[in-house]
């Protein structure tokens, strides 16, 4: 393996829960996450030889959310909600993150898992993982603008699920 | 300023506008109280989404994926040995099923007579016990 190339054991053991924690956040279940880690390790062991050293992590959100994204056009499994053009209600403010109880994250993983597949990953891959809008765009092959536009109505949206 | 996109607001506080382009959102902010409402959900929820703990893994995950990497495990997802679990079923059914065994399927004649003969009779035979037919009086000629 080239310098700088991590081994699939290394991967797997240092990033598994990286990645299950994404996958988690996508598929809004264990079962499937699990899967969905499966099936991007296979990948990953698939494309090491073609990996070039860089950000890991950007590079295996990437495929999780490509596997993600494939089961999606192959079993539609999730329900997607009609979406309004032009989303403008003022919503109420809300407590802070840091003054919210125990249940928090499971009351932000259930409205996560209403929003529209493409809107859910948009904000997933910027707000969990911390990717930019152009490495966004590149991961979903699809412009920045529409990253743009997803990620900023996937939060109206989510707001609106969690008021 | 009316035709600044509201997603703008997002691309915003991510740090993903341009020089003018945040000039444009200041600006905008600055007169329009339903934009400055919008802004402070987008923080509030951008917040909620980056404060989430890592979603951590069933215990032995990590290592079940260590212990059979995919290329050497029977099945990568649950789904493929689901998948294969029901073509061996079919497999299974079928070749259970009896199979023509290439032989004549005509039968032979004279076994056939001999059999329906001998369990044969007008006794048996349930026309031969139905109920004569009679017409109605009321309509008789």
Same mark, same amino acid.
């Given at each position: 393996?080239?310098?700088?190339?991590?081994?699939?054991?290394?991967?797997?053991?240092?990033?598994?829960?990286?990645?299950?924690?994404?996958?988690?956040?996508?598929?809004?279940?264990?079962?499937?996450?699990?899967?969905?880690?499966?099936?991007?390790?296979?990948? %990953?062991?698939?494309?090491?030889?073609?990996?070039?050293?860089?950000?890991? =992590?950007?590079?295996?959100?990437?495929?999780?959310?490509?596997? @993600?994204?494939?089961?999606?056009?192959?079993?539609?499994?999730? #329900?997607?909600?009609?979406?309004?053009?032009? &989303?403008?209600?003022?919503?109420?403010?809300?407590?802070?993150?840091?003054?919210?109880? *125990?249940? @928090?994250?499971?009351?932000?993983?259930?409205?996560?898992?209403?929003?529209?597949?493409?809107?859910?990953?948009?904000?997933?891959?910027?707000? %969990?993982?911390?990717?930019?809008?152009?490495?966004?765009?590149?991961?979903?092959? %699809?412009?920045?603008?529409?990253?743009?536009?997803?990620?900023?109505?996937?939060?109206?949206? +989510?707001?609106?699920? +969690?008021? | 300023?009316?035709?600044? #996109? =509201?997603?703008?607001?997002?691309?915003?506080?991510?740090?993903?506008?341009?020089?003018?382009?945040?000039?444009?959102?200041?600006?905008?902010?600055?007169?329009?109280?339903?934009?400055?409402?919008?802004?402070? *959900?987008?923080?509030? !929820?951008?917040?909620?989404?980056?404060?989430?703990?890592?979603? =951590?893994? &069933?215990?032995?995950?990590?290592?079940?994926?260590?212990? !059979?990497?995919?290329?050497?495990?029977?099945?990568?997802?649950?789904?493929?040995?689901?998948?294969?679990?029901?073509?061996?079923?079919?497999?299974?059914?079928?070749?259970?099923?009896?199979?023509?065994?290439?032989?004549?399927?005509? &039968?032979?004649?004279?076994?056939?007579?001999?059999?329906?003969?001998?369990?044969?009779?007008?006794?048996?035979?349930? %026309?031969?016990?139905?109920? #004569?037919?009679?017409?109605?009086?009321?309509?008789? #000629?």
């Amino acid at each position: 393996m080239p310098d700088g190339v991590p081994t699939w054991e290394e991967i797997a053991r240092d990033h598994g829960r990286f990645l299950y924690n994404v996958a988690y956040r996508l598929a809004g279940n264990d079962a499937d996450a699990q899967d969905l880690v499966q099936e991007a390790l296979m990948r %990953v062991r698939r494309g090491l030889e073609s990996y070039t050293p860089g950000s890991l =992590e950007g590079w295996l959100a990437r495929i999780v959310t490509n596997v @993600f994204l494939d089961d999606v056009r192959k079993h539609r499994r999730r #329900p997607t909600i009609a979406l309004p053009e032009q &989303p403008d209600l003022v919503l109420p403010p809300s407590a802070a993150a840091d003054e919210v109880g *125990e249940g @928090f994250s499971e009351e932000v993983q259930a409205a996560l898992s209403v929003l529209p597949d493409e809107f859910r990953v948009a904000v997933v891959l910027c707000d %969990v993982v911390g990717l930019s809008y152009d490495e966004i765009s590149v991961s979903t092959k %699809v412009p920045v603008g529409t990253v743009r536009s997803r990620i900023h109505r996937g939060r109206r949206m +989510l707001r609106e699920a +969690l008021t | 300023m009316n035709s600044l #996109p =509201e997603e703008m607001l997002s691309a915003y506080v991510d740090g993903e506008c341009s020089p003018d382009e945040i000039a444009e959102v200041e600006a905008r902010l600055a007169s329009d109280p339903q934009w400055r409402a919008i802004l402070l *959900e987008i923080e509030s !929820t951008r917040a909620s989404l980056r404060s989430l703990s890592a979603q =951590e893994p &069933p215990a032995g995950f990590v290592d079940g994926l260590l212990a !059979t990497p995919p290329e050497r495990s029977n099945g990568p997802r649950r789904t493929g040995a689901a998948l294969a679990a029901i073509a061996a079923v079919i497999v299974g059914v079928v070749l259970a099923v009896p199979r023509d065994t290439g032989g004549d399927a005509t &039968p032979v004649v004279a076994t056939l007579v001999d059999t329906h003969g001998a369990t044969s009779s007008f006794e048996a035979d349930p %026309v031969s016990t139905l109920a #004569p037919i009679v017409a109605p009086s009321g309509l008789e #000629p």
